[in-house]
């Protein structure tokens, strides 16, 4: 019998956990102790994905389509970008699996599920332009989403502030890029 618990003090009860865990085998990685909705969150997953997915497409587009004279250091950005952007969809489709999801890669209705636009624009500096509104779309949408997941689900609210690290060093870099090809800041003090 367990003793009873002290304030501050941690106790488990092992053989209820063991017990749980033959039990409900076929569930995964998902026990009882997940605090959130396994549907709504690989609904919410499959969004992020399917934003990573139209970065990923743009920043291509953006490599490919890039020139001028000062375009082969944009380009190599866009193509980091774009490895980077894939990295993400990845670990997001992963995680939906491992929830026991199944990752929406259905091109039909992905920039619908996108929370970022597909845009090319026209000459190098809409590309950046373009790139920089998606990266801060992305930043929004990741910390809505961690603010969401907060305790209830950990493991994907680490992912999604993994990626979010990302994303933020992706907008400065874009940011540097504006500046550096327009010639004035564009943040104020």
Same mark, same amino acid.
């Given at each position: 019998m ?30 009882d ?15 992020a ?8 497409l =743009? ?6 389509a ?8 944009? =380009? ?10 894939? =990295? ?47 990266e ?21 609210? =680490? ?5 979010l ?25």
């Open positions: 367990p003793q009873p618990q002290q304030p501050n003090q941690f106790a488990i009860d092992l053989d209820a956990i063991r017990k749980r865990a033959r039990e409900k085998i076929d569930q995964g990685a998902v026990t102790s997940y605090g959130g909705d396994v549907e709504q969150t690989c609904s919410i997953l499959n969004e994905l399917a934003t990573e997915i139209v970065c990923v =743009r920043y291509k587009f953006h490599y490919i890039a020139s001028g004279i000062s375009s082969e250091g944009v =380009r190599a950005e866009f193509l980091e970008h774009a490895t980077e952007e894939q =990295r993400h969809a990845d670990m997001i489709a992963e995680r939906i699996a491992q929830l026991g999801g199944l990752p929406n890669f259905n091109p039909d209705g992905l920039l619908s599920r996108s929370h970022s636009e597909y845009v090319e624009g026209e000459n190098l500096i809409d590309m950046i332009k373009e790139d920089l509104v998606a801060r779309i992305a930043i929004d949408s990741y910390r809505e989403m961690i603010r969401f997941f907060g305790t209830q689900d950990p493991t994907t609210r =680490r992912m999604l502030e993994e990626i690290a990302v994303e933020e060093e992706h907008a400065q870099d874009m940011h540097d890029l504006l500046v550096q090809h327009q010639g004035t800041p564009m943040l104020s003090d």
